[in-house]
């Protein structure tokens, strides 16, 4: 997201732009000019960076300045972001992941709009990961469906996972859903938690 933020000086001194801080990364400022005549302005070119934030979202920006009776100005920005699709949660989390045993994650995909999402291309990694979502499969208005993700790792270490997914939306015609975990094998285990798995 873009917006061009004008800082206007109705002082009669000139105004000194000593630092623009945004507030996080996601979030860039720069400036066109530091120092502002009187009666004069400076233009922030301010961008978002959304990323997979939906709904309300809101940053800020910390403006520090010479004029001694406000050194320090807060920018708030503020934006209610829709997207027609969503992934809820937003990862795939597999959270016990042992060797030679199959796990699975799930995450919910809601159609937002009120037209048909059809999924072109999917391409899932690593290859032994099996999902339940085909190529050609068409989301209807408003509705969810539940993706699965199986994997039956075979040696132990840091697992990470990656659904890309292409539509024929304009607005969103790629989408990613990560996800990790981390493989152990079973004498790896702590012996507590070996004793209450063989308990279950």
Do not use: H
């Given at each position: ?19 623009v ?11 066109d ?17 959304i990323?997979?934030?939906?709904g ?8 520090k300045?010479n004029?001694?009776?406000k050194?320090m ?84 270490g840091?697992?990470s ?8 939306n ?31």
């Amino acid at each position: 997201l873009k917006a061009k933020v004008k800082l206007l000086n109705r002082g009669t001194d000139t105004l000194i732009i000593t630092e623009v801080k945004p507030g996080c990364g996601c979030t860039t400022a720069p400036l066109d000019k530091n120092n502002i005549e009187p009666g004069g302005f400076a233009t922030l070119d301010v961008t978002l960076n959304i990323g997979s934030n939906t709904g309300d979202v809101t940053k800020s920006i910390s403006i520090k300045t010479n004029d001694p009776d406000k050194q320090m100005t807060s920018l708030m920005l503020k934006a209610n972001v829709f997207v027609p699709i969503t992934i809820f949660p937003r990862y795939l989390s597999f959270n016990k992941l042992y060797t030679n045993e199959e796990t699975i994650a799930k995450v919910v995909i809601t159609n937002n709009i009120d037209k048909p999402i059809k999924f072109t291309k999917i391409v899932s990694e690593p290859a032994n990961m099996v999902i339940n979502l085909k190529e050609g499969y068409v989301l209807k208005p408003k509705e969810s469906l539940p993706l699965e993700a199986k994997i039956t790792p075979d040696q132990p270490g840091r697992l990470s996972a990656k659904v890309t997914v292409t539509t024929d939306n304009g607005e969103m015609q790629t989408f990613d859903i990560t996800g990790w975990g981390n493989i152990v094998t079973k004498e790896e285990m702590d012996p507590t938690q070996l004793n209450n798995t063989n308990k279950k």
